[in-house]
């Protein structure tokens, strides 16, 4: 099956700075990957994806990027926001099930 | 606006009961899907249902069954529960075929203690 490892698993930035976070996957099936960012006792909340026929998207300031040759799949945010603290999530897919990296908390620092 | 709803949002149960954690989603998904999150291993799939009456095991299915009668409705069970089932669960629903959107959507969560 799939494995997703994601790092770092904490990441703690200035208010303004970038954000990145990481993610491997093994399987050379899946084609879709999404993000998910869960705030503190709330729903996992999907905030941008990207499908393995495209190398990047962006979306105001988050931005992902694929490379597929070498299975990884980073997330990119820009000018950090307090309101961007949570933990987030990525996720690989070739069908239904999504395969979850362990999460990264990351906290922006006012 | 694609609602998951999970009925509970916490549960303290004691060891041994049989538990019964229910999800609706109102969008007509076909598939619907139950994780449970523990701290450092993300989410992890349980089971999953592509249709009504159907099921498949996902990762970590053992102390767990699930229950489809209707498309809208899936339950997932602790036949006799236990410390170590003690996590936050969650359930997701997911159209099938091409959409704009392939994310999951997520229900708010079941917290479960059990004592």
């Known amino acids: 099956g799939e494995n997703v490892e994601q790092h770092p698993s904490t990441l703690s930035v200035q208010e303004g700075d970038s954000a990145v976070i990481k993610c491997t996957y093994s399987?050379?099936?899946?084609?879709?990957f999404p993000w998910y960012k869960q705030e503190l006792g709330k729903r996992p909340q999907l905030i941008i994806d990207?499908?393995?026929?495209?190398g990047e998207k962006k979306d105001q300031r988050i931005a992902v990027t694929l490379n597929k040759t070498a299975k990884h799949f980073s997330l990119h945010i820009t000018e950090t926001q307090p309101e961007d603290s949570a933990v987030y999530f990525c996720?690989?897919?070739?069908?239904?099930?999504?395969?979850f990296g362990s999460g990264t908390k990351l906290n922006v620092k006012p | 606006d694609v609602k998951v709803t999970q009925s509970s949002r916490y549960l303290v149960k004691r060891t041994g009961e049989k538990v019964f954690l229910e999800c609706v989603q109102d969008?007509?998904?076909?598939?619907m899907f139950w994780y449970r999150q523990d701290p450092g291993l993300g989410l992890r799939l349980i089971y999953f249902?592509?249709?009504?009456?159907?099921?498949e095991k996902g990762d970590i299915p053992e102390g767990y069954s699930v229950s489809r009668e209707k498309k809208e409705r899936f339950s997932l069970i602790l036949e006799s529960a236990s410390t170590n089932q003690t996590s936050m669960y969650l359930c997701?629903?997911?159209?099938?075929?091409?959409?704009?959107?392939?994310?999951?959507?997520f229900g708010s969560g079941t917290r479960l203690t059990v004592v």
């Open positions: 997701a629903s997911r159209p099938t075929g091409r959409t704009p959107n392939y994310g999951y959507t």
């Open positions: 399987d050379s099936a899946s084609n879709y």
């Open positions: 990207i499908r393995s026929n495209v």
């Open positions: 996720a690989a897919s070739n069908f239904n099930k999504f395969y």
């Open positions: 969008m007509d998904h076909e598939n």
């Open positions: 249902s592509y249709d009504v009456k159907m099921k």
